[in-house]
């Protein structure tokens, strides 16, 4: 009884912060609930971060605090996570981070290739992340982070998420199949198997793992020194390099000939979509889709199409449209439950966050990708799209 | 009746109503384009003074029950919930920094420090207010339904309170802000009426118990013993925010030529047309940097109604672009000092209190709103015939080959309508000269046909008697003779 009802206070002082994004609930929270019907209608946060940018859950934030170069167009990015980050992700997941250009926060995904509860030694033991970035043709925001972005800048964090994950404990056999910068979740489910291991030292700490990793040239190999090195230290890892430049693309019948036993792997693939389509038909032609586990990165362009298959991800629908129909109209006509207002884009009230893709704004043709909010009444599609609604 | 037709009452085609509205569009665009860096830290700095400000006036009133420390901390307060109601709260949730793409900084997350939640605000003031902007029975803020601001609104007895309605309103600006948001929020969400754990109203009372407890409970209980000094400061700077905000709203939108319009202006209103009825609808006040920030650069009420998603501190700038457009279609630009404005505003809640049978003009000639009708029965001595405007008969000054519109029209007939004014009377008065003129001979032919009668009485009456003593004499000398 007396339990129920300091739970009952207890909820009852959290309720203002219970909308912030944190992870899991702390005792702070308690805390911050309390102060915040005295800094009502803000939290107490909205005050802190004015000291410290990073003292603020009510958006995850945080602040990059090594920029190492990986190759001449990649870059790993060691972050510390502001309060209330989840550090028990699951390797091979990925975040959001938003970084600021121009006044304007542009957001992206990228895999997280640090250990979960990775403490740096070199950082006075703090908790940290870390995620590698590698430069698009034509990517605005991986053009900056690779070439310009200091250290110390505060970045936002959008939770861990991805269902392309190791499990634990992993399969006795696996096979990594990756090119370009589709080594990075690979990288973080490595690591995370590196660390386990040195924990519990002894044999069948390290599963047997193959690694098929391709790359232009040796120059454009990510994380080149750190495989080989694993290469050498752990007698269950094997990885195999091919580079592209001088061999052409790795024919996947070479599987054959190189790790006859691939058939046996649960293999986990992540590169270009050309070769993500290829494997996917070898893997159905062999009858194992079921043991291969594929991501698919969003390509990151500037152009993209008119119209496109609009997801309405909460209710389930779709809709078909042209590059003039706006998403709300689309959306009423598949009889979606939309917010609306005055339909001319000045009432803010139809206001949704586009969870997927791209869309285009009617009237001055600004992009906006995953992540933002985006003005259904005065939007259409720039390609398929999914709205959260 | 309010202006039925924007296109007769603007004295534009509708090819003209629509360049314009591309041309503001323009405006638009180039603004939205040239957002940056500068703009985000505009706001951010904002945010930050607010904050700082705000602590530092909290902080002051532990030592409230000091003189000094109390009007400090109110002074200080005040100005802190003023520029968080005006330049953040009302411009965040326009959606004016949307662009930043930043999560704590936009329309969908911002919470005021107001009585009415954010988003009940949104839907009455962005949706009702900003796009049935002065459209009767459309817009409810027009008068907040409890004023009477317009002659087309019916006079009830109930109106002659308005001048202690108003001072009401002002003190509890605040309140009444709520109550209005809150009741359209239930009407525009269709929650029956008596449905009391509805979500607007649970949405309601959770947002009046926080902000209530936080100035009235917990910081003078925080205070300690300087508790009820606290209290009052508190609910001085929540007075003195809502008298300014209520100041700086009725003069954007009552003082005299912030235009009325009817629903039938609605029916297929272009985007052209929706633009020029926030320009003819708002009115501007005259202020510098400082009172432009206090403000929430509402004093920029025009821009703010053609642009209401723009960045604020964007207004000034754009205002030049808006009057050069004003004086392109030679269109008015309402505006004056502040204390003009709130005049104006003050003088047509006190005249409305009173039934028509007082008021001199109708709600087609009336100094806080006319309509396209002004014009008809009048003559213009620069434009053409004023009740039919063609294409091809184009009202352009054949000297200057300027445009003549709205606003010279405004301008020709108030002269044309005090001229006709002046001619009426002067013909009332050559009437009742005429009348008094033929009174007076009316009266003079009266006296003498009286004294004709009188004449012509007296004369029959000496006949009368000469023959009464002719015959009196005959018979005397009858009898003499009969005696004889």
């Known amino acids: ?389 | 009746m309010a202006i039925t037709d924007i296109k007769a009452f603007a004295h534009l085609t509708a090819a003209d109503i629509e360049t314009l509205g591309q041309e503001l569009d323009t405006i638009r665009r180039d603004v939205e384009q040239s957002l940056g860096e500068r703009d985000a830290k505009y706001i951010r700095r904002t945010i930050r003074a607010q904050r700082t400000l705000e602590m530092a006036a909290r902080a002051t009133l532990f030592g409230s029950r000091n003189r000094w420390a109390w009007g400090a901390g109110v002074a200080m307060l005040s100005v802190a919930k003023i520029i968080e109601n005006m330049e953040l709260g009302h411009n965040i949730s326009h959606g004016q920094w949307d662009w930043m793409n930043d999560p704590e900084i936009h329309s969908t997350s911002w919470e005021w420090d107001m009585t009415g939640p954010s988003a009940q605000w949104q839907r009455a003031h962005n949706y009702s207010h900003h796009m049935y902007t002065n459209v009767l029975g459309k817009d409810e803020d027009l008068g907040f339904g409890i004023l009477r601001m317009t002659r087309d609104e019916q006079w009830r007895p109930l109106h002659l309170a308005q001048p202690v309605a108003n001072l009401l309103l002002a003190a509890t600006f605040e309140w009444g802000i709520a109550l209005h948001d809150w009741s359209i929020e239930k009407q525009l969400s269709d929650v029956p009426r008596w449905q009391l754990m509805s979500e607007p109203n649970r949405a309601f009372g959770r947002k009046i118990a926080r902000q209530v407890s936080k100035d009235f409970l917990i910081h003078p209980a925080l205070t300690g013993p300087a508790w009820k000094s606290t209290l009052k400061a508190n609910a001085t700077a929540n007075l003195v925010r809502n008298l300014w905000t209520y100041a700086v709203i009725f003069c954007g939108h009552f003082p005299d030529g912030a235009e009325k319009f009817t629903v039938d202006q609605l029916v297929d209103e272009t985007r052209g047309e929706w633009y020029l009825r926030q320009m003819l609808g708002s009115a501007n006040f005259s202020a510098g940097p400082v009172m432009a920030f206090m403000s929430g650069n509402l004093c920029y009420q025009i821009e703010h109604h053609l642009f209401p998603d723009i960045p604020s501190s964007r207004y000034p700038e754009i205002s030049v672009r808006v009057r050069e457009l004003c004086d392109k279609y030679d269109l008015p630009y309402t505006t004056g000092s502040l204390g003009k404005q709130y005049l104006l505003a003050f003088r047509t809640i006190h005249k409305l209190a009173l039934p028509d049978r007082f008021l001199r003009r109708t709600a087609d000639d009336a100094p806080e709103t006319s309509s396209e009708r002004k014009f008809a029965g009048i003559t213009l001595p620069m434009l053409p015939n004023t009740e039919v405007w063609t294409e091809s008969h184009w009202p352009v000054d054949p000297v200057t080959g300027e445009r003549r519109g709205l606003r010279s029209a405004l301008a020709e007939a108030k002269v044309a309508l005090k001229e006709k004014a002046r001619q009426e009377k002067e013909a009332l008065r050559e009437a009742k000269q005429a009348l008094q003129d033929k009174a007076r001979h009316e009266q003079q032919a009266l006296r003498e046909t009286r004294q004709a009668l009188r004449d012509k009485a007296q004369e029959e009456r000496r006949v009368l008697r000469r023959r009464a003593l002719r015959e009196r004499a005959i018979r005397r000398v009858r009898r003499r003779q009969r005696a004889n």
């Open chain 1, 1 to 389: 009884m007396v339990l129920k009802s300091v739970q009952g206070v207890r909820e009852w002082l959290e309720a203002p912060v219970a909308e912030a994004k944190m992870a899991g609930r702390t005792r702070l929270d308690a805390l911050r609930g309390a102060a915040a019907r005295v800094t009502t209608p803000l939290l107490p946060d909205d005050y802190l971060h004015l000291i410290n940018p990073l003292w603020s859950a009510r958006e995850l934030r945080g602040r990059i605090v090594s920029v190492r170069k990986e190759t001449t167009d990649a870059v790993t990015l060691v972050i510390k996570p502001g309060w209330g980050f989840d550090f028990t992700f699951t390797p091979g997941q990925y975040i959001g981070i938003g970084v600021l250009v121009d006044g304007r926060w542009h957001w992206r995904s990228y895999s997280l290739t640090s250990p979960p509860n990775w403490t740096d030694p070199g950082s006075r033991s703090r908790r940290l992340i870390s995620i590698a970035v590698k430069a698009m043709p034509e990517g605005f925001l991986s053009s900056h982070l690779v070439n310009g972005v200091p250290e110390g800048t505060v970045v936002r964090l959008a939770a861990p998420q991805g269902g392309f994950v190791l499990p634990e404990p992993p399969p006795a056999k696996v096979l990594f199949l990756t090119a370009g910068s589709g080594i990075t979740p690979v990288m973080g489910m490595l690591r995370t198997m590196d660390r386990r291991a040195a924990a519990r030292p002894g044999p069948g700490g390290w599963p047997d793992v193959v690694h098929v990793h391709s790359a232009r040239t040796a120059e454009d190999v990510m994380f080149a020194t750190e495989l080989r090195d694993l290469h050498d230290r752990r007698p269950s890892f094997t990885a195999h390099l091919h580079l592209t430049g001088a061999r052409g693309k790795f024919a996947l019948t070479g599987l054959d000939e190189l790790f006859p036993d691939w058939r046996e792997r649960e293999t986990w693939a992540c590169g270009p979509l050309a070769m993500l389509d290829d494997i996917e038909k070898h893997w159905a032609a062999a009858g194992l889709s079921d043991h291969l586990h594929i991501e698919r990165f969003e390509v990151e362009r500037s152009a993209v199409g008119e119209g496109g298959t609009v997801t309405f991800a909460r209710s389930g629908r779709s809709a078909e449209i042209d590059g003039a129909t706006s998403l709300l109209q689309a959306g009423e006509d598949s009889g979606v439950q939309m917010p609306f207002g005055c339909r001319m884009g000045i009432c803010q009230t139809c206001v949704v966050t586009l969870a997927d893709g791209r869309v285009r704004d009617l009237r001055n043709g600004a992009e906006h990708q995953a992540g933002e909010k985006v003005q259904t009444c005065i939007s259409a599609a720039a390609g398929d799209c999914t709205l959260e609604v």
